[in-house]
Each structure stands twice: as structure tokens, then as C-alpha cells.
């Protein structure tokens, strides 16, 4: 059975930190784009960066390039978002997701086939 769970998510100042991690399972990570995604009260999904299935080259969007990082452990059938220099707009639920390679390079619209049930963020002070 195809899983995908979120963890990592809480409360944390402006300017803190905080790793998401995204936990498949049913699948192999390697062989699908995997994408994390946001969602804030009364705005749409938004998508903020994803991998690509193996080479796995990543991709950002603006709002976040610089300050996140994706990564993999393939052992762990595991994909990883480090937020850093959070602000209080990145206050959102986040999800992860899984697609299957039908394009080359993942994208970061929202048409994935696979989600995970989201953690909340939340950046106050």
C-alpha cells in the first residue's frame, strides 16, 4: 500500500529552522518526481520544490530558493525538506508527494498523483 507520511512540522520563531521529512512507502523514491508542496489558510496549494526521479535534480521556486533544501536518502525511502531563515509567510501546511516520471524534470504544479496527509508549520513569534 502506497504511503506517504509527513513529520518535522511545529512552531518556531522568525529566522529558525525546522527539516520536514516525507516517509514512502509501496514504492521506490527513486524511481518517481517526489514534491513538496504548501498550503496557507484561504491560498492555494503551492509547490516549492521538488526532486526529480533518478538522476534526481532538484528544483525551487522563488519564494524559497536560498533559504530550502531537498534531499533523499534512498536507504530510508526518504525525502527531506530543510527550511531555514523562516519567515512568518512560510506558515502553511506542508505536504509532500509522489508522481511517476512521465515528464523528464518534476515540476512544481500540483497534479501529482500521490499525497501525504501534511504537517502543519506554523512561524510566529
Known amino acids: 500500500q502506497l504511503q506517504l507520511v509527513e513529520s518535522g512540522g511545529g512552531l518556531v520563531q522568525p529566522g529558525g529552522s525546522l527539516k520536514l521529512s516525507c516517509v514512502v512507502s509501496?514504492?521506490?523514491?527513486?524511481?518517481?518526481?517526489i514534491g513538496w508542496f504548501r498550503q496557507a489558510p484561504g491560498k492555494e496549494r503551492e509547490g516549492i520544490s521538488c526532486?526529480?526521479?533518478?538522476?534526481?535534480?532538484?528544483n525551487y521556486a522563488e519564494s524559497v530558493k536560498v533559504r530550502f533544501t531537498i534531499s533523499t536518502d534512498h536507504a530510508k525511502n526518504t525525502v527531506y525538506l530543510q527550511m531555514n531563515s523562516l519567515e512568518p509567510e512560510d506558515t502553511a501546511v506542508y505536504y509532500c508527494?509522489?508522481?511517476?516520471?512521465?515528464?523528464?524534470?518534476?515540476?512544481?504544479?500540483?497534479?501529482?498523483?500521490?499525497w501525504g496527509q501534511g504537517t502543519q508549520v506554523t512561524v510566529s513569534s
Open positions: 508527494a509522489a508522481d511517476p516520471p512521465l515528464l523528464r524534470e518534476c515540476v512544481l504544479s500540483s497534479g501529482y498523483t500521490y
Open positions: 526532486i526529480s526521479a533518478r538522476p534526481g535534480s532538484p
Open positions: 509501496g514504492i521506490t523514491l527513486r524511481y518517481y518526481h
